[in-house]
C-alpha cells in the first residue's frame, strides 16, 4: 500500500474542502452572522493538515486499485468528519453524531436531516448544507481530477472507485478532460436551473435549491421542503430537472457533440423513463380520489415520483397519506434509483437491466441446455464479470440493508419507520415513512443509529464495495 501517495491525495481533497468553506464564511459575513470561527476553525485545521502532506516525499508514484478504494473510502469519511464541525462549533447542532450524520447526508446527498426547524437556523449554515450535496452529487474526487491533473492511472482508479453504476466509460481517452467535461455539463445545468428558480423564487433561495436538486440531495431550507412556495411553476422546474440529473451524464456528452440519435438510443436511458413515467400514472390514477382533480393528481404524482427516482428527496405534498399502492411504487423507486453515471443512488437503472436479463438467460438456459444465449446492455454484448458484478451488488445491497435496520431497531420503532429509514439511507433519498416522513426528521434516532444510518449513507453513495473494501483487512497485507 503506498501510504505517501495516499495522504498526499488525501492533502487535496481536504485543501478542496478548505476552499468550500470559505463560501459559507463570506456568506456568514455578508449576513452580519457571529458565527466566523465555526468556518475559520475547520478552515485552519483543513490548511495545517494539507500543509503537512505537502512535506511528504514519495518516490514512488504506483498507484494500483486497492490505493483507489482506500482513497476513496478514507476521504468521504474524514470529510463528512470535518463537515460537521461548522455544525458543531456554530451550536446549530452541538452533538458529534448528530453533526456527523447531517455532513455525510450533506456530501452522499441523501439530504436526510435531523434540524428540526431549518428555518431557524443560519443562512450560511443552509448554505454549507447545499454546497456539500452539490459537490457529492458528481463526486469530490471527480472535482480534484478536474482541477488538479493526475496520474493517469491514479485518475482512473481513483473514478472507479467513485463513480456510480456497474461500470466506467470515460468521455475521451484523457481521463482529466473526462472530468472536466462532466463538471461543465454539471455546472451548465445547475446555473440553467438557478436562473429559471430565479424567475420565480428569491436569490438565496434559488441558489440553495438549484445546489440541492443538481446533486440530487434534496436539503431543504424550509420546514415543508417545495410545498413552501405551493406553485406549480416551481414543481414542474424542479421535476424537469431531477429527471435530467438522474439520466447518465454520458448521454448530454453525446447530445453536447451533435450524436443525439446515439444518445436517444441509449437503452438505459428508455428504462429509465419508462419506470418513472408509469409510476407516474399509475400513483396519479391510485391518488385521484384524494385531490379530485386529474391534473392536480399528476402535478404531485409526477414531483413525489420524480423526487423519489431521482433520489433527490424533495415533497411537495405529504405523500405519507397516499394510498398503500402508491406508497409502495415509490418504495421500488428507492431501490431502482436513477441511471449508473448519473448525480442519483439507488441500485440504479443498468444493473437492474442487467439483473433480469442475466434471469431470462438462466430460464432459457434451463429449458434450452444447448442454446447459446448472449446477454447484450446498450447493443453491446456484455461479459460474465459484469454480469456477476450486478449479481453481486445487489446481494451485497440487501445485505447491508437488511443489517442496517437490524441495528437500529435496537431504538425500537415501528419496522416501517426502521425499514425505510435504512432503505433511504443506502439508496440516498432521504425521506422515508412514518417517523421519518416527509413532514418529519431523523431527530428521534439515537447516537448510535445515526452513525450506523451515516455509514450506510456513505457505503450506499460510494456503490458499497469501496468503503466493504476499505474494512477488509485483507486490503492492509501485501498479498
Do not use: C
Not at 413515467?277 to 402535478?299: M, P
Not at 405529504?318 to 428507492?334: A, C, R, V
Not at 431502482?336 to 436479463?357: E, H, L, M
Amino acid at each position: 500500500m503506498n501510504y505517501k501517495l495516499i495522504f498526499k491525495t488525501l492533502g487535496k481533497l481536504l485543501l478542496l474542502e478548505a476552499i468550500l468553506l470559505t463560501i459559507p464564511l463570506i456568506a456568514s459575513i455578508l449576513n452580519k452572522e457571529n458565527i466566523y470561527h465555526a468556518y475559520l476553525i475547520p478552515i485552519i485545521i483543513l490548511l495545517a493538515i494539507f500543509f503537512l502532506t505537502t512535506l511528504i516525499k514519495s518516490t514512488n508514484n504506483k498507484f494500483y486499485p486497492k490505493e483507489g478504494f482506500f482513497v476513496v473510502g478514507l476521504t468521504w469519511i474524514v470529510l463528512s468528519l470535518f463537515g460537521s464541525l461548522p455544525f458543531i462549533i456554530s451550536q446549530t447542532i452541538p452533538n458529534f453524531f448528530s453533526a456527523f450524520f447531517e455532513a455525510a447526508s450533506g456530501f452522499t446527498t441523501t439530504g436526510a436531516t435531523i434540524i428540526d426547524d431549518v428555518e431557524a437556523i443560519y443562512k450560511s449554515i443552509l448554505l454549507w448544507r447545499s454546497l456539500m450535496v452539490w459537490i457529492g452529487g458528481m463526486g469530490v474526487l471527480v472535482f480534484v481530477i478536474a482541477i488538479l491533473p493526475q496520474t493517469s492511472s491514479r485518475s482512473i482508479y481513483l473514478i472507479k472507485a467513485e463513480s456510480t453504476g456497474p461500470s466506467v466509460g470515460k468521455l475521451t481517452s484523457k481521463t482529466t478532460l473526462s472530468a472536466r467535461i462532466l463538471y461543465l455539463i454539471y455546472i451548465s445545468l445547475t446555473v440553467i436551473l438557478f436562473l429559471l428558480l430565479l424567475i420565480k423564487i428569491p436569490f438565496f433561495d434559488s441558489m440553495n435549491y438549484a445546489l440541492s436538486t443538481a446533486g440530487t440531495g434534496g436539503f431543504a431550507i424550509h420546514n415543508n421542503s417545495i410545498a413552501h412556495y405551493n406553485s406549480t411553476y416551481v414543481e414542474i422546474v424542479i421535476t424537469i430537472f431531477m429527471i435530467l440529473f438522474g439520466i447518465n451524464f454520458n448521454v448530454f456528452y453525446l447530445i453536447l457533440i451533435g450524436n443525439i440519435r446515439k444518445a436517444l438510443k441509449s437503452e438505459e436511458l428508455k428504462v429509465y423513463l419508462l419506470i418513472l413515467f408509469s409510476a407516474i400514472i399509475l400513483i396519479a390514477i391510485n391518488t385521484l380520489t384524494l385531490y379530485n382533480n386529474i391534473f392536480t393528481s399528476l402535478r404531485y404524482s409526477a414531483f413525489q415520483s420524480a423526487s423519489i427516482m431521482s433520489t433527490s428527496g424533495f415533497s411537495s405534498t405529504n405523500f405519507d397519506m397516499w394510498p398503500e399502492f402508491s406508497k409502495w411504487i415509490l418504495i421500488i423507486l428507492m431501490f431502482i434509483g436513477s441511471s449508473a453515471g448519473s448525480t442519483a443512488g439507488g441500485i440504479k437503472v443498468s444493473r437492474i437491466i442487467i439483473y433480469f436479463k442475466s434471469v431470462l438467460k438462466e430460464i432459457k438456459y434451463t429449458i434450452h441446455p444447448k442454446q447459446v444465449s448472449i446477454i447484450t446492455f446498450e447493443d453491446k454484448p456484455i461479459t460474465e464479470s459484469v454480469s456477476k458484478g450486478a449479481f453481486s451488488y445487489i446481494t451485497a445491497y440487501f445485505i447491508i440493508l437488511i443489517l442496517g435496520i437490524l441495528l437500529i431497531s435496537v431504538d425500537n420503532y415501528d419496522f416501517t419507520t426502521n425499514f425505510t429509514a435504512a432503505l433511504s439511507s443506502i439508496s440516498n433519498v432521504g425521506p422515508g415513512f412514518n417517523l421519518v416522513g416527509p413532514l418529519n426528521n431523523y431527530s428521534m434516532f439515537s447516537s448510535f443509529s445515526k452513525t450506523i444510518l451515516a455509514l450506510i449513507m456513505i457505503t450506499g453513495r460510494l456503490e458499497l464495495f469501496p468503503i466493504l473494501i476499505f474494512l477488509s483487512p485483507k486490503l492492509y497485507t501485501n498479498h
